[in-house]
């Protein structure tokens, strides 16, 4: 047992030191408006002599690193607003380090679902919820939140830049990766299919997407990503009217063409499972 008790010690020792070598980037999308990279879900960051604005915050020891990307582009800038663009913990576990004392944005259900979690700190928890649209405005940009239908999990919202043509799509889009969908606190894999097509339809080519894992995207980018998650359901449907059971439909595997979307958190075995339960 001591031995076990070590190793796992080691293995979170090895885990944490490879995430603060993490390095956080930022790309600027228009003026004021940039999209940072780090070792959780990407931000959206609206920075300007009026402060700041930011979308999801990663994890807590990522705040030191984030706060100073922000001040790299204003000089002793302050977080004013925080969006949650739902309640996992690589969107919010920074809360309370990068935002404590800010307004803390998020659908009702994350609120709810955080203050449930003993070990969240109150200081990171929403400070105003809603379902349904609203409307911010920071440094002369204006925002439009919008809450959605269960999909990735029941508290998911998107953030349109509409002067901007960006659009945040939080877990509603892993970037040419399996999405993980979060079955067991109120995802599902219709709805998520039924979300993408809906913001498919309300973008253009020139539309700029910020997924919550992987590189600013485009139209294209999400269109290939809803084509896997309908052709990879189909094939798994297939199977299963065939009467196979999800370990041999797992056994057999999808089609080639999707072996590149397989990543370390959300296999080709795991899509499996998911889409068997849809």
Do not use: C
Not at 59 to 73: C, T
Not at 190 to 196: D, F, K, L, R, T
């Amino acid at each position: 047992m001591k031995k076990v008790t070590v190793l796992l010690a080691l293995m979170l020792s090895a885990a944490v030191t490879a995430q603060d070598k993490v390095q956080v980037t930022s790309t600027e999308l228009a003026p004021h408006l940039y999209m940072i990279k780090g070792a959780g879900g990407n931000i959206a960051a609206v920075v300007g002599p009026q402060g700041a604005l930011v979308v999801d915050s990663q994890y807590e020891h990522m705040a030191p690193q984030i706060k100073a990307e922000l001040e790299s582009k204003q000089a002793g800038v302050q977080i004013k607003t925080l969006i949650n663009t739902h309640f996992h913990g690589d969107h919010v576990n920074g809360n309370a380090a990068l935002a404590s004392g800010a307004q803390i944005i998020a659908h009702t259900n994350v609120l709810t679902r955080l203050k449930a979690d003993s070990k969240f700190p109150v200081a990171g928890l929403p400070t105003e919820t809603f379902v349904g649209e609203k409307q911010l405005s920071l440094n002369g940009v204006d925002l439009q939140l919008v809450t959605m239908p269960v999909s990735h999990t029941d508290g998911d919202l998107v953030v349109w830049f509409k002067e901007a043509n960006v659009l945040h799509m939080g877990d509603l889009f892993f970037a040419d990766r399996f999405p993980f969908i979060d079955l067991k606190s109120g995802g599902s894999v219709a709805g998520y299919i039924s979300n993408v097509k809906l913001l498919l339809g309300q973008i253009d080519d020139k539309t700029r997407l910020i997924p919550g894992h992987g590189d600013l995207m485009d139209k294209a980018g999400l269109q290939r990503f809803l084509a896997m998650m309908e052709q990879t359901l189909a094939e798994v449907n297939a199977l299963k009217a065939e009467g196979n059971t999800e370990d041999q439909i797992v056994a057999q595997g999808l089609s080639a063409q999707w072996k590149s979307w397989s990543w370390n958190f959300i296999t080709e075995e795991r899509w499996i499972r998911t889409l068997f339960k849809a």
